[in-house]
């Protein structure tokens, strides 16, 4: 059994996973409406596949946009690829889930920031989102303390 329930960890995850999920739909589907993505991911992570132009112009970090045209998305485990068109030319990308640091759908006001992850390893992502709840002894487990919120609201 653990001390601490890693909250940030479990958050990273169920976030990553509706990203996936999302893609996945939008790969078999395509964007309903006026949806579209802006996608940032760093181009310096092991794992991500761009053009020797682009990763010269986008040395560190580059936004995506999934709008009117984009072809060939496949989403796997560890990443996805898509084809996208910059300036009449046509390149694949191929982007590691752990090198994304924000999603945005601007059409609806939403976004995710992702963390950066220590020396950029690649975290496993569950098949489909979980938690996992320990069972303790029910002599450590103690009384819940209720918390008046009252103090912390404006007045």
């Not at 960890?9 to 976030?15: I, L, S």
């Not at 996945?24 to 053009?51: C, M, R, W, Y």
């Not at 609806?108 to 390893?121: D, P, T």
Request: charged share 25%; with cysteine; hydrophobic share 35%.
């Amino acid at each position: 059994m653990t001390d601490k329930i890693n909250y940030s960890q479990m958050m990273h995850c169920a976030m990553q996973g509706l990203m996936i999920q999302l893609l996945e739909k939008i790969s078999k589907n395509g964007l309903p409406g006026s949806h579209h993505f802006f996608i940032t991911f760093s181009t310096q992570t092991d794992g991500v596949k761009i053009a020797p132009w682009l990763k010269e112009r986008y040395s560190e970090e580059m936004t995506i946009v999934i709008q009117n045209w984009f072809e060939n998305l496949e989403v796997r485990k560890d990443d996805f690829s898509i084809t996208l068109n910059f300036g009449d030319n046509p390149e694949t990308l191929m982007i590691p889930w752990n090198s994304i640091s924000s999603f945005v759908d601007p059409s609806v006001e939403f976004g995710l920031r992702f963390e950066a992850e220590e020396n950029n390893q690649k975290e496993e992502v569950p098949e489909s989102p979980m938690i996992v709840i320990e069972e303790t002894d029910a002599a450590e487990q103690k009384e819940a303390e209720v918390v008046s919120l009252d103090s912390f609201r404006k007045k």
